[in-house]
Nanobody, 116 residues
Framework: QVQLVESGGGLVQAGGSLRLSCAAS????????MAWYRQVPGKKRELVAV??????TNYVDSVKGRFTISRDNAKNMYLQMNSLKPEDTAVYYC???????????WGQGTQVTVSS
């Protein structure tokens, strides 16, 4: 089992910055890809950014140039969010893929609110 705990959410004005953290614990040795998703009420959960164990990254178009995903090892992942916009308001979730056997895990989410 893998447990994921997000932190760093909060209320910020448009144009501001936040840094989300995701701490993984448990059987983390086979964690491969990690990602950040977000969801607003009534909408489908959206992939925001993904990072592989080799450090390759990808972003949804709406956050490119503003958000940066990083990880320092299999335990910690981050999302640096700059130039925040009201449309970035959502609950942000940490996600991890563990291989052999393949299994995915979710954190409990952290609320990010951007005021205009």
């Amino acid at each position: 089992q893998v447990q994921l705990v997000e932190s760093g959410g909060g209320l910020v004005q448009a144009g501001g910055s936040l840094r989300l953290s995701c701490a993984a614990s448990g059987n983390i040795f086979s964690i491969n890809t990690m990602a950040w998703y977000r969801q607003v009420p009534g909408k489908k959960r959206e992939l925001v950014a993904v990072i592989t164990s080799g450090g390759r990254t990808n972003y949804v178009d709406s956050v490119k140039g503003r958000f940066t995903i990083s990880r320092d090892n299999a335990k910690n992942m981050y999302l640096q969010m700059n130039s925040l916009k009201p449309e970035d308001t959502a609950v942000y979730y940490c996600w991890a893929l563990r291989t052999s056997p393949d299994q995915t895990y979710w954190g409990q989410g952290t609320q990010v609110t951007v005021s205009s």
